[in-house]
């Protein structure tokens, strides 16, 4: 038989239970409450998220995406630049609400943070100096290859090749250029930013060869905070909407397709799945 005491122990746990779940609020009722959502981006990653040399302003593929969620909860997007490696932790930090930021979807990470449905699927891809007399994978073996840092690129590239000597760099415009200094025989990126990339070079673009062996496929997607539902579910729905409306063709053909550096003849996805 419970005592009187045991009776209020009970009370007070039970009460202490509903103050902590009020004080963990839904993510997504406290974006609309302060009216702004906090994007962790790149900056860095041309054509999914750079400044732009005209306006200095934050634009891109994924930038657009961003600015349609926003819309779609009612709020301002705000756009918060970091590195690779900075990317999960400050979201599970709370420095930032979600990601948008070249985040590729893998096992180990969704023990770590939940994802979207996949917005873009491409493979990370090698650019070599066209006087390194490279032309397959095999042959970087014990050669200097570039990379960033944190990125399923450098995972990529030492599962490829594994005794390449990899150094990485804090952002993929550092990586790019240290190729360009010779610091490097090698560099690995995405295929859609090398591509890019590549096309920066202008008529120094003869120096340098893609080649055609693609090491990994890449499902990239915006990230959350594992276990916030509703703002999954309302990102969800903002894609849903993109790809049904075909909003999503054109941001792929604005920032990817035919005429731009990327030079992407055709869009070979669809915005339909967060399974990988």
């Keep these: 038989m419970f005592s009187r005491r045991h009776v209020l122990l009970g009370a007070l746990a039970l009460s202490a239970n509903l103050v902590a ?24 990653d041309e ?7 005209r306006t200095r302003q934050l634009v ?12 779609k909860i009612g709020v301002k997007p705000v756009f918060k630049q970091m590195s690779v490696s900075a990317r999960i932790p400050e979201l599970q930090q709370g420095q930032v609400d979600a990601l948008a930021a070249t985040l590729t979807h893998n096992k180990e990470r969704e023990s770590q943070v939940d994802f979207a449905l996949t917005h873009f699927v491409t493979g990370s891809k090698v650019m070599v100096r066209a006087g390194s007399g490279i032309g397959a994978l095999p042959q970087l073996a014990g050669k200097k290859v570039v990379t960033v840092r944190g990125g399923t690129q450098e995972t990529n590239i030492r599962a490829a090749v594994p005794t390449a000597q990899v150094v990485t760099f804090e952002n993929t415009q550092q990586a790019f250029q240290a190729l360009r200094q010779g610091k490097g025989v090698a560099y ?4 859609s930013s090398l591509l890019a990339d590549y096309g920066k070079l202008g008529p120094a673009a003869k120096g340098f060869t893609i080649l055609p062996t693609s090491i990994g496929n890449e499902s990239i997607a915006l990230g959350l905070k594992k276990g916030e539902k509703s703002l999954k579910a309302v990102v969800d729905q903002t894609l849903r909407e993109l790809e049904a409306s075909g909003a999503a ?16 003849a055709k869009r070979t996805f669809k915005i339909s799945s967060d399974k990988i």
Excluded: C, M
């Design 21 to 44: 779940a009020a004080a963990h609020a839904d993510q997504l009722a406290d974006i609309k409450k302060k009216g702004t959502i906090v994007f962790g981006v790149l900056g860095t």
């Design 60 to 71: 891109g593929y994924e930038i657009d995406i961003a600015t349609a969620v926003a819309k």
């Design 249 to 264: 063709e054109q941001l792929f053909n604005k920032w990817y397709g035919p005429g731009t550096r990327a030079n992407i």
């Design 47 to 53: 054509p999914n998220s750079f400044v732009d040399p």
């Design 188 to 191: 690995v990126n995405d295929e």
